[in-house]
């Protein structure tokens, strides 16, 4: 180890990871997907938004966080901007995604690991995660893991600051203000500014029909508006989430040992 508090899992050795069990440190899993984010965000907003979020957690307590699962469960019709009616969006039959999180989680509490956070940044994921989590934890009560979807961290208060407009609900929520602008604050680099558009005239659905008509199909896969997303609400966004996150890991694994000791640089993925 290089003398941080803080590790990419994929980047140690095995005497690595004895050490950090030994020190009872906490992994993160961060989860997300490979979909379509209209014309200005990138496939991977998902996994890169928990990821993210995951390296600011570490700079407040060690952790160590694992690659980011891209492959995860594939959108429904009714949320992610209809993703699988555009190129590029990638997914798993939510039960394989059951088993995937099952046997990393498993395979985590096998290697040492006591504390587990799996933390999520895909809508339909949420229900096959339990599923996994569960499965691999009935017969280890020695370990302890979390499930956490950072957009049930926000509060009914955080809203106006986020959607001043109003708040269109999470499940239409993709590729708009709040995803945006935690990219924008995150990973700059990689917001196509000038492509952010603001479809209109897309019937929203609030049930389920098998083909997708034509007029519930959003031109650029973005239901809801993205023009209005800054890095100034992606800050407050990502902000709120660490600390609210920082304070689940305290409450349901305790405050951090001291011994531990401050939290330092995490290295960069190769």
Known sequence: ?????????????????ASVVQ??????????SLEQHGHHLPLGSDALV???LARRLAERRPLVILPPLYYAARS???ASGVARAFPGSVGLHGAVLTEVCRDVVADLIRSGFRRIVVLNGHYENAGFLFEGIASATESRPEATVLLVNWWEQLHDED?????????????????????????????????REDRKTDDSGTRVLTYDVFPLPPDA??????PARST???REIGRYIADALVERIDAILTREFGAQDPAAGAPGQVRDRV
């Open 1 to 17: 180890m290089n003398g941080s508090s803080q590790e990419l899992f994929e980047q140690m050795t095995w005497p690595d990871v």
């Open 23 to 32: 020190a009872a440190s906490v992994a993160v899993l961060p989860v997300g």
């Open 50 to 52: 928990s990821f993210g």
């Open 76 to 78: 429904q019709p009714r």
């Open 159 to 191: 809203l106006p600051r986020i959607f001043p407009e109003g708040f269109p609900g999470w499940e239409i929520e993709h590729a708009g203000i709040a995803e945006t602008s935690l990219v924008e604050e995150l990973y700059p680099e990689l917001v």
């Open 217 to 222: 199909v959003p031109p650029t896969g973005v």
């Open 228 to 230: 209005p997303a800054s």
